[in-house]
Every structure is written in C-alpha cells, then in structure tokens.
C-alpha cells in the first residue's frame, strides 16, 4: 500500500493524527518534519522501530529534498500540517511564519503537483493534498454568530496571515491547475502533547509549579475548544471522503472565554492534585497586558463536516479537559524533557545519528 505524508508529523496535532493512523488505519506514515523547536518525537514512542513508519527530518521549504521523499515514497497522498503556528511568537518574530507557511507551502505544493502530474491511472485519481488550516484565518466574532466556510477572510496576526496566504495558495493550485485538494479550517486544540507555550499546556504546568497564571486582558476573549483526537478523527475523515476543491470548518462547540478555561483547570487540579497546604491553584491567576491585536472571539459552524461527512466531536470539553490534565500529570518525563530543552536531543540519543 502506498504511504500517506504527514507534515508537522512531530507536533502536537499532527502525531496525534500519526497515532490514529497507526492504531486503526492500513496506512504506512512518511512524517515528514523539521523538528523545529515544536517538534517531539517523545510524542510519537516506539513508532521508528515500526516497520509502516518513516520519519524524514526534512525542511518543507526544502524542494530537493521535497523531490526526492516523493520519487523515493510514491505516496498516495499529502496531509500538510507543518507551519509555525503560535500567534504569540509571530507577533515577536514574524519573518519564519512566512518562512514556512507562505514559502514552505509554495514549495510542498510545487513539489507534490510535479510528482502528481507524472501519475497515471488509478494512482493520479486517488491523490489528493489536504491542507490544514485554522479558524483565525476569518478574523474575530463580535457578540454572536458562527465562523462558516464562506466567511470571508479578514486574518488579524502575522500568524493567520501566514495561514491565510497558505489557504489561497491551495485554492490556486486546485482552480489553476485542477490539482486535486481539500482544506480544513479547525479551531482551538488541546490535549496530550501540546507544547506549553500554548494556554492549556501552560497553565496546567505554571499551577503546579506553583508559578502565575497569565491571563491576557480581561480573559474575556473566546474560543471554541476541541480535543486533538477529534480533530485528528475529522482530518483522517476529509482526506478520505472530502469533495476535492471544498473546505470544511471543524470545532468543538465548545466556547469558552479564557477565564472559565483557567478556572475550570484550577477546580480539576484542584481535584487530581491537591496542593499540601489546601490553597486553591485559582489564586495564582495574574492578569497581564494584552497580546497585541487580540482576536476577540471565535467560533465554529462545523455543520457542512457533520451533514456530508457524519462527522462529531466525542469528547465534551469537560471530558476532553480532564483527560488532558490527567495526561500531564501522568506523563512528567514528558514534561521534564520539554521543559529542559532535552527532547531537541531525542532522536540523536534514543537513534544515533540516523534520520
Ligand atoms: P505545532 O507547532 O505543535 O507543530 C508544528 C510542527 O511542524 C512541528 O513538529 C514542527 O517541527 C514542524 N515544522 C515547523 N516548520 C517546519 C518546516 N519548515 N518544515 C517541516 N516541518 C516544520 O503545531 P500544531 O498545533 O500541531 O498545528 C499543526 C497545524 O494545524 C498547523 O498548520 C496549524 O496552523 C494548524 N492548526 C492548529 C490548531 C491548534 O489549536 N493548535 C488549530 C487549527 C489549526
Ligand atoms: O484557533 C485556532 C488557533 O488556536 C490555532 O490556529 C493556533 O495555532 C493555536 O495556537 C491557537 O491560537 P490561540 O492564539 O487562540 O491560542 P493560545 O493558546 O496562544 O491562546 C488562547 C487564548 O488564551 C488567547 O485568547 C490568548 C490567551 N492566553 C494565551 C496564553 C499563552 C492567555 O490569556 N495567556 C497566555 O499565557
């Protein structure tokens, strides 16, 4: 059976996507990934000795090496997850998003159209590049309503202009030259793996090291939470059964602002782990200054994914919480390693120097 790519195959929603396909799929996995500062392979345990998993430490920007992984691969298809994606550090350092979600993208879409024009048959029918996306991409919600797949775009951040850039790209390449794609545009993920500069990660680990708890502004900003599994579920559903040329949102129903996120980790924490002295982990919230152009709310109509393709969350975001923190209370080697830098050296230590 010819592989799938996976790009971003290391980070936090794509090995989750590499664990689902590995668990319940026939498919063997090239993760193809940078392993930027974002990228573990401690999240992906025991799959380089698996005999339908390939791992290349390659740079999405790099074509020569893009060129040689599909000559050598033959791959049935694409899921493109690779890109910066903290809104955060775009703020502070916008010139890599570019980098790798504008050029990047330009530069994978190049190579994987030249390997599918050389297709024939059944093999040029069934590939398809499916590009991951984000619901930042349509900008900020007032009050009410729901981002749908014709929201227009109105990106706020280096980082969703970043993503949006890469949305047109695709769009292009499938009106332009009818090379076959689909794109999905999801919400906020959490859940195992995620690396702790992001909110959830970040204030599960601040708590129990007994350090602040930032929250931007107010914490009245919104957004709609979905368990990675979910979305790794929905993803490996579009590549398979998605109409090429279409776009399907993806959320979890799940709006919530910033301050009842914090606090509904503090009530589970306090909880799961007790701190010795009885104080509530809530006491630690600080408010600090706003992130810079703040999106204000988002959330996602997930109805077009949910008639054409069946499919559903299953995690609430209680259940989808308490897994989470329990994840990473249970998993501190993991935790230990990123919080020392350690897991840069995974690969070179568990492998040598073979990638
Ligand atoms: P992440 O930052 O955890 O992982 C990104 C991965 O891409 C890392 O393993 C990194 O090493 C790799 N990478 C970065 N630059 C690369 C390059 N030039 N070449 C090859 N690999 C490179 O990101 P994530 O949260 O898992 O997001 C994955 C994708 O999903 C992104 O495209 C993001 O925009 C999108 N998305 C994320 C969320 C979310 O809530 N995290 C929501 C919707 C969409
Ligand atoms: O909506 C999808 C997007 O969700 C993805 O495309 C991005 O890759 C992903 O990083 C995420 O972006 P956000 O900016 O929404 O996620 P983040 O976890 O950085 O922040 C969530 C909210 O919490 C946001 O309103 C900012 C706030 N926040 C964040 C951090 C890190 C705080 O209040 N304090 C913090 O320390």
Same mark, same amino acid.
């Given at each position: 059976?010819?592989?799938?790519?996976?790009?971003?195959?290391?980070?936090?929603?794509?090995?989750?996507?590499?664990?689902?396909?590995?668990?319940?799929?026939?498919?063997?996995?090239?993760?193809?990934?940078?392993?930027?500062?974002?990228?573990?392979?401690?999240?992906?345990?025991? &799959?380089?000795?698996?005999?339908?998993?390939?791992?290349?430490?390659? /740079?999405?920007?790099?074509?020569?090496?893009?060129?040689?992984?599909?000559? @050598?691969?033959?791959?049935?298809?694409?899921? !493109?997850?690779?890109?910066?994606?903290?809104?955060?550090?775009?703020?502070?350092?916008?010139?890599?998003?570019? @980098?790798?979600?504008?050029?990047?993208?330009?530069?994978?879409?190049?190579?994987?159209?030249?390997?599918?024009?050389?297709?024939?048959?059944?093999?040029?029918?069934?590939?398809?590049?499916?590009?991951?996306?984000?619901?930042? *991409?349509?900008?900020?919600?007032?009050?009410?309503?729901?981002?749908?797949?014709?929201?227009?775009? @109105?990106?706020?951040?280096?980082?969703?202009?970043?993503?949006?850039?890469? /949305? !047109?790209?695709?769009?292009?390449? !499938?009106?332009?030259?009818?090379?076959?794609?689909?794109?999905?545009?999801?919400?906020?993920?959490?859940?195992?793996?995620?690396?702790?500069?992001?909110?959830?990660?970040?204030?599960?680990?601040?708590?129990?090291?007994?350090?602040?708890?930032?929250?931007?502004?107010?914490?009245?900003?919104?957004?709609?939470?979905?368990?990675?599994?979910? !979305?790794?579920?929905?993803?490996? &559903?579009?590549?398979?059964?998605?109409?090429?040329?279409?776009?399907?949102?993806?959320?979890?129903?799940?709006?919530?602002?910033?301050?009842?996120?914090?606090?509904?980790?503090?009530?589970?924490? /306090?909880?799961?782990?007790?701190?010795?002295?009885?104080?509530?982990?809530?006491?630690?919230?600080?408010?600090?200054?706003?992130?810079?152009?703040?999106?204000?709310?988002?959330?996602?109509?997930?109805?077009?994914?949910?008639?054409?393709?069946?499919?559903?969350?299953?995690?609430?975001?209680?259940?989808?919480?308490?897994?989470?923190?329990?994840?990473?209370? /249970?998993?501190?080697?993991?935790?230990?390693? *990123? *919080?020392?830098?350690?897991?840069?050296?995974?690969?070179?230590?568990?492998?040598?120097?073979?990638?």
């Amino acid at each position: 059976m010819s592989p799938i790519f996976v790009t971003g195959g290391a980070g936090f929603i794509g090995s989750a996507l590499i664990r689902l396909l590995m668990a319940e799929s026939d498919y063997p996995v090239v993760n193809i990934d940078k392993l930027t500062y974002a990228g573990n392979l401690a999240s992906l345990p025991g &799959l380089l000795t698996e005999p339908m998993y390939v791992f290349s430490q390659t /740079d999405i920007c790099d074509r020569a090496a893009l060129d040689r992984l599909f000559d @050598q691969h033959n791959p049935a298809g694409v899921i !493109h997850l690779a890109a910066e994606s903290h809104v955060d550090r775009s703020i502070h350092g916008p010139g890599e998003f570019i @980098q790798t979600n504008i050029t990047g993208t330009y530069t994978l879409l190049e190579a994987a159209r030249a390997y599918w024009s050389g297709l024939s048959g059944e093999a040029r029918a069934r590939f398809r590049f499916h590009h991951v996306s984000t619901d930042e *991409v349509f900008g900020s919600l007032g009050e009410t309503g729901l981002f749908t797949e014709s929201h227009p775009y @109105q990106p706020n951040s280096p980082y969703s202009a970043s993503k949006a850039a890469s /949305d !047109h790209l695709v769009r292009a390449w !499938h009106h332009t030259y009818g090379f076959p794609t689909v794109m999905t545009n999801c919400s906020n993920n959490y859940g195992p793996c995620q690396f702790p500069e992001k909110l959830i990660p970040l204030m599960i680990l601040n708590a129990v090291a007994g350090k602040p708890l930032p929250i931007y502004g107010k914490g009245d900003n919104v957004r709609d939470w979905l368990y990675v599994d979910d !979305h790794a579920r929905a993803l490996r &559903l579009v590549f398979e059964k998605g109409t090429l040329g279409e776009t399907y949102n993806i959320g979890g129903h799940n709006e919530k602002t910033n301050l009842e996120v914090v606090d509904t980790l503090c009530a589970l924490l /306090d909880e799961l782990k007790p701190q010795p002295d009885g104080r509530p982990y809530a006491t630690q919230k600080t408010s600090v200054a706003d992130r810079p152009g703040h999106d204000k709310r988002y959330a996602i109509d997930a109805s077009k994914i949910s008639h054409e393709l069946g499919w559903t969350p299953t995690e609430t975001f209680e259940t989808g919480l308490r897994k989470t923190v329990q994840w990473y209370l /249970d998993n501190p080697a993991w935790v230990a390693h *990123v *919080v020392s830098g350690d897991y840069r050296n995974w690969l070179t230590r568990n492998y040598g120097e073979r990638t």
